[in-house]
């Protein structure tokens, strides 16, 4: 009876569970044209920790396992893996069919997704992109993000790489960055990245200055804890989030202070990954340690009123207030965020291992845990 209940729990839940044997230490989605209304259907996944470590593409675009009902009880399906030399601290695509790895080895890696026979080839790599001097010892590259034709990636060796996929070398490293490890990057505006490190901080680097200081610094107060993740407000470029090693959520504007606007206690141990919604950047999300995956919804606004909802054809557009008028003032730097206004939801009915890795597209979520598994929710705001 349990295991009847537990898959009809699961159906109902919307979640497809698939087990894969490894590790898994990142999920993303590839990214959907900005016109498309069919939901996202193809993600990729690395893994960590294992004898051998993979880059898989994954579909879950199978029509054919659509129920009678219209519904979706399909898993996702492999399409193609490859070997990756150590394990994978960070993954994102480039483009539709390029995807860039970092490793724990220190490389970084364009693997190339060749959509007409399923199969994944390396298309370039930067042996060394992360290293210790001068012992050359390699350093774990822990993050990257892309803006193509860019890819700036960071280090354990405190080090910044700004590479294409054209060049061999790097356009541009700062050597000595910083002093600590750098945990993860994200895109700012045009030219400039924001990267957090291991003692609390937060820093602004403008690729337009030739200097190798960053143009801005920020910090926790009090006990520097380390931050393991950051994302950017799609809209309001100025709100920036961060997760950290205690589980806490940060919330920024790198317009005012030098302090987060606000702490938000959610986890119970280390906050591995936070994304904003892209569509829909009053809902954000975070994955932890604890094996716990929380949904931050912010879009109960002054008013009371949700967001504008639009649903069309056979996906959900969710327009948010920034998207349809920049100048309402966002939820996330409200005075007193703690108090009734943002809603917390744990998407893990039961607690797992380590929940590593979630992206987020559409109306659905695909994450990975330590528990050799992936999952997928779609009808995220159903």
Known sequence: GVLLFLLSFLSMEDVVAKYVSQKVSKTRWRPVPATALQPPEVFATGSWDNEENNISIWSVGDFESLSLSGEYHGEPHLLCDIQHSGDVMDLQFLDQERIVAGSSTGSVTIFKHHQNNETLSVSRKWERAHHYNPSYSSASCTG?????????????????NLFTAERIDAVRTIDKADSSTLHAVTCLR??????????????????????????QIFSLAGERVPLHCVDRHPNQQHIVATGGQDGVLSIWDVRQGTMPTSLLKGHEAELWEVHFHPSSPDHLFTCSEDGSLWHWDASIDMSGKKSLLHTGGRSSTFLSHSAVNQSIITPWLSNDPAKDRIETTNLISSPTLSVNSLDVLGSCLVYGTDAESIYVKKNLFA
Not at 144 to 157: A, K, M, Q, Y
Not at 190 to 201: D, M, R
């Open 144 to 160: 990257i993000i892309c803006n193509s034709p860019e890819i700036f990636t960071v280090g354990e060796d405190g080090k910044i």
């Open 190 to 215: 045009t030219t400039e990245i924001l990267t957090v490190n291991s003692i609390g901080q937060l820093k602004i680097w403008d690729f337009r200055q030739q200097g190798n200081e960053p143009s």
